[in-house]
């Protein structure tokens, strides 16, 4: 019999994917990633996905569907690989995406660790994506729920974790899921899904990073493109590209964040027509499908959200950085999130923006 470690959030759809892997006869154990304590980071213990609300949850779900659960205790590689990886990002000058970093390095290496240790054979989750296996080679798709996928946040796998991860509902719509949940009686049917950072659920990045730091970034000046001084800023690591609101500045037209300068600790503001570029650079690149030897075109996304556009990628010697070119400017490409490459529903890769 095959066995599975479902990881478990509280939330609806890790409920339902445990649900699905019963259904199919594996041996499961629900598992539940204590990632921080929630004073530790100033919050209140129950406003996140960390909450005892939702251990409960998951706890309440593994019980029904007669699971043993546990929690395991990832707090130190959590802070370090996740919560350390967003503050030193933005303090040079660029804006992560922890969900990717999370993703990567819990899920899908810590998890899996322990999967080997008790000598399980998959890792279950509750990704809208899909796997499937060709000719020799675990390949990553998207979820049929376009308006849900998470194929995006999934680009760093490799062919080990296809091999061991299951995504049993990336061919389910959420309303499916939600009814499914319904039919089976489980707490969290028509939860809310998280919409924030886990770790910083008001939103309020800058106070999360000041807090835990036990520090203040300087002020400095907002500049336009030829360094004119145009005002003052509240601290580089406030604003990100594109950024309009907040800026607390007033220039008489539309105003947006155009570049960050560290060194000189400058915002630089332009119009909505600065923004738009037509290549970029990736490192730290991971490819699902066989690295190319030569340029190729596809599709390319450079933030969760966007519809993918045109591009021609072209692979560095040696080496995991990527050139992308694409076949018209995009907007508000910002460094310290990613690129990920898709063929129609298939994800080539993905990298760092630099």
């Keep these: 019999m095959k066995k599975a470690i479902i990881a478990m959030s509280g939330g609806v759809d890790s409920s339902v994917a445990a649900y699905f892997i019963k259904q199919m006869g594996f041996e499961c154990i629900g598992a539940t990633m204590k990632l921080y304590d929630n004073e530790d980071i100033g919050i209140s213990r129950e406003k996140t996905c960390c ?19 546990y929690v395991f205790n990832f707090k130190e590689e959590f802070e370090k690989r996740v ?8 303090e040079i000058g660029g804006t992560p995406n922890p969900c990717i970093d999370c993703n990567r390095y819990l899920k899908f290496e810590k998890l899996m660790q322990r999967m080997k240790e008790l000598q399980y054979d998959y890792v279950v989750t509750g990704h809208y994506a899909d796997i499937e296996y060709k000719d020799g080679r675990y390949l990553l798709k998207k979820g049929k729920d376009l308006s849900k996928d998470q194929s995006y946040v999934l680009y760093s796998l490799t062919q080990f974790q296809l091999e061991h991860t299951l995504f049993p509902l990336g061919k389910y719509s959420k309303e499916e899921i939600r009814r499914v949940a319904e039919e089976n ?10 919409q924030d950072i886990c770790f910083v ?24 493109k030829d360094g004119n001084i145009l005002g003052e800023h509240n601290g580089i690591i406030r604003y990100t590209i594109g950024q309009r609101k907040g800026l607390n500045i007033s220039l008489g037209h539309p105003a947006y964040v155009v570049s960050k300068d560290i060194v000189n600790n400058t915002v630089t503001l332009g119009a909505n027509e600065d923004l738009f570029c037509d290549t970029l650079f990736a490192n730290d690149f991971n490819w699902i499908i066989e690295k190319p030897k030569n340029p190729i ?9 966007m519809k993918e556009v045109p591009c021609r990628v072209e692979c560095e010697e040696n080496s995991d950085r990527v050139k992308v070119v694409f076949d018209n400017p995009v907007r508000a490409v910002t460094s310290g999130q990613a690129v990920v490459l898709y063929d129609g529903d298939y994800v080539l890769g993905g990298g760092t923006i630099i």
């Design 83 to 90: 919560i350390e990886k967003f503050i030193k990002t933005y």
């Design 201 to 224: 659920p008001d939103g309020d990045y800058s106070k999360f990073i000041e807090g835990y730091c036990n520090k203040k970034y300087e002020k400095g000046f907002f500049i336009d």
């Design 185 to 194: 009686g489980f707490v969290n049917a028509r939860k809310k899904d998280s």
């Design 51 to 69: 909450s005892l609300d939702d251990i409960d949850d998951a706890r309440a779900v593994a019980h029904k569907l007669g699971m043993p659960y």
């Design 297 to 305: 075109n596809c599709l390319a996304k450079t933030r969760y959200n």
